[in-house]
């Protein structure tokens, strides 16, 4: 079965550092986004992406996010310099684009900024 | 968006049957209606997705009444390895609405016990 992969699992770094967390949506979906949890919280969304610009995004997803889609198979969220509250767990997911949304989430990157 | 209300935690026996009911008073027309499970440090996963009546797939029933305000996932004969977190989701289909903010909930914690 297709699956949405995301690298790396764990990435540590430090505060104002910049990350970038890929991911390898499923081939074919046409819809993509990004939703992070923090440890013990509820998912929360932050940004879905289509045709190549950003649909939606939340009040999470502040000037120091951003998303690209470089080349036909990644997916990518950029931190430009991370806080402490950016510690979170976070989830990429795709959707195939059918009539009603179902989206494939991959397994994560564990993100700790100390 | 509808918002959801579910039971935050539910304990269960291996063997029983488990229903779960999210109520989503304020769901709209072109709203359906998925439920998601969620392991520890994984990202959630689809289980079902329905609009109206019952739905049934290899994992699941749902439940919807006539008025659509609520929804019984029905988890048959559970095991140990259902212990998870189950949200449901309540957002708009069609691909004119692409990359909907699909917002997760706290969830219900499901524990299956011996």
């Known amino acids: 079965e297709p699956e949405v992969t995301q690298t790396p699992s764990h990435q540590v770094t430090q505060m104002g550092q910049e990350v970038i967390l890929r991911c390898v949506p499923i081939?074919?979906?046409?819809?993509f986004y990004w939703y992070r949890q923090i440890l013990g919280q509820k998912v929360e969304f932050l940004v879905s992406?289509?045709?190549?610009?950003?649909?939606?995004k939340s009040e999470i997803f502040d000037d120091q996010f951003s998303v690209e889609r470089p080349d036909g198979s990644n997916f990518t969220l950029k931190i430009r310099s991370t806080k402490l509250e950016d510690s979170a767990m976070y989830f990429c997911?795709?959707?195939?684009?059918?009539?009603?949304?179902?989206?494939?989430f991959g397994s994560g990157t564990q993100l700790s900024v100390l | 968006l509808a918002k959801t209300t579910q039971p935050i935690s539910m304990d269960s026996y291996e063997g029983q049957e488990v229903n779960i009911t999210c109520s989503h008073n304020n769901i709209a027309t072109n709203d359906y209606i998925t439920w998601y499970q969620q392991f520890p440090s994984q990202g959630p996963r689809f289980i079902i997705q329905?609009?109206?009546t019952k739905v049934t797939n290899e994992v699941a029933s749902l439940f919807i009444p006539a008025d659509r305000k609520s929804s019984t996932l029905s988890l048959p004969r559970v095991s140990l390895s259902d212990t998870a977190v189950y949200y449901c989701?309540?957002?708009?289909?069609?691909?004119?609405?692409?990359?909907?903010?699909?917002?997760f909930g706290g969830g219900t914690r499901l524990m299956v016990k011996p």
């Open positions: 997911a795709s959707d195939p684009g059918t009539a009603n949304e179902k989206l494939f």
């Open positions: 989701l309540v957002g708009p289909s069609g691909n004119n609405n692409a990359g909907n903010m699909l917002t």
């Open positions: 329905g609009y109206k």
């Open positions: 992406f289509y045709n190549n610009e950003i649909s939606e």
């Open positions: 081939s074919n979906h046409l819809y």
